[in-house]
């Protein structure tokens, strides 16, 4: 049974909290990688190397200490989906100005497509799934880990895409309803192949399940 917040080693979550949301950190040879930057290395007391930042999109919630995180760990690559980048530019569109704090953000180094895979060490692999709605360039990452020479599914990152019984808003700048119901068909599609027992990881709440995230999708009349 998961509970709220509950996730898998080396897999592990700093809980969002007012001005941010739940940060990711997956441990992995060499270091380890974060997704959705949102507190800083200090805040964490982190110090040990970084493999990769990851972006599921551009607000400030996800993204507001990601210039502490270039700032301290200059040569690690930090990557988001191309279409997000311009909401880094805008107080508006990257939501800053609803926190009161209206405020630009850094740049990824790379930016990532659909269906790009990114080679975290040996044992672990992440896939990019382009999921628009909430933002145009929000993203998903699929964590796969190599288990006997074969890669198996380890955890889902969403984002602000699906929640533990609930999704996205789309009334923010680039967010978009339709593709909204496009991309949690899309997911549910992908969740139901995946083991029951899948992690789901999302932006806000607890973690959930694929059989949980599946049941609570087709309950909305979000399956294709």
């Known amino acids: 049974m998961y509970n709220s917040y509950t996730v898998k080693d080396p897999l592990s979550v700093y809980p969002e909290r007012l001005l941010n949301c739940n940060m990711y950190r997956l441990d992995v040879e060499g270091g380890a990688v974060f997704f959705d930057p949102s507190l800083t290395p200090e805040a964490i007391r982190y110090t040990d190397p970084v493999v990769m930042i990851v972006a599921t999109h551009g607000h400030f919630d996800h993204v507001n200490a990601s210039g502490a995180w270039k700032e301290q760990f200059p040569e690690t690559p930090y990557v988001m989906i191309g279409d997000e980048v311009p909401l880094l530019d805008d107080v508006r569109g990257n939501a800053s100005t609803n926190f009161g704090k209206p405020q630009k953000f850094p740049h990824p180094d790379r930016e990532l497509r659909e269906g790009d895979r990114c080679v975290l060490d040996d044992q672990f692999t992440m896939e990019v799934i382009s999921t628009p709605g909430h ?90």
């Open 135 to 224: 933002t145009k360039g929000s993203a998903c990452y699929m964590l796969w880990k190599k288990v006997d020479s074969k890669d198996k599914p380890f955890a889902l990152i969403t984002g602000d895409t699906l929640f533990d019984n609930g999704w996205g808003r789309t009334d923010f700048a680039t967010g978009d309803d339709r593709q909204m119901r496009l991309t949690l068909q899309r997911l549910y599609r992908i969740l139901s192949n995946m083991p029951p027992d899948l992690p789901v990881c999302a932006g806000h709440g607890g973690t959930t399940t694929a059989h949980n995230a599946c049941h609570f999708l087709e309950i909305m009349g979000f399956f294709a």
